[in-house]
């Protein structure tokens, strides 16, 4: 019976493991830090990879998922602490800095993870705000189409991570949509369409203007 439950959990550690690769992985998409306008820092990268653990997290906590979802979503969190613990100590942090840090990452995650789960239960006016508070945090005025198509994304993260089952991340596999960044070009090339030069007195319209 023990060296069941030992192999259960090694199982899971490597599971754990798995989905934590996946999630870092799509979080390094270059897309969200460039049609998305994103900050490409530390705390904005940040904020990407929260963004998707947590809402992994909270899928992993529902309770269709039971006991062993409850599980796997503390395994998840202990390899993604670990890791970047581990990241922290290879940029130079010292070690009476690590922990500090490390808590401080701990309770903006849990505080993260926690504001994506109520947002989702009242809609995409309140993830907006949730997204405003935090992935776009440092942003002094986050433009309105990279926030609606952000909010779209989050949305669709949602409902895709509701479609795939425990036995799925038990085989340490998630996946997100796809980034749909051919509409904020659209957009952005409109916003930006420069307006025509015209003469002096003169209106768009090619109307001069009453003296």
Sequence with gaps: MLGFI???????????????????????????????????????????????????????SRPDMGKYGREMAQTFFD????????????????????????????????????????AAKS???????????????????????????MADYTMDCIRALDEQGLSDFYMGAVSYPLLDTLKLEIEDKNAIEPLPNLQQGETEHGYQQAA
């Design 6 to 60: 030992t192999r259960q959990g090694r199982n899971r550690q490597r599971a754990a493991r798995q989905l934590y690769a996946a999630v870092m992985d799509h979080s390094r998409n270059p897309d969200f830090y460039g049609a998305y306008k994103i900050p490409d820092t530390l705390e904005g990268r940040f904020e990407v990879l929260a963004l998707h653990a947590g809402l992994l997290v909270n899928r992993l």
């Design 79 to 118: 390899v993604m602490f670990r890791d970047l613990e581990w990241s922290l100590r290879e940029m130079g942090v010292g070690d009476l800095g690590v922990p500090r840090r490390v808590k401080k990452m701990m309770t903006s995650f849990k505080g993260r993870t926690f504001a994506y789960d109520e």
């Design 123 to 149: 809609g995409k006016s309140e993830i907006k705000h949730a997204l405003i508070r935090n992935v776009y945090g440092k942003v002094l005025e986050p433009h309105n189409s990279q926030l609606e198509a």
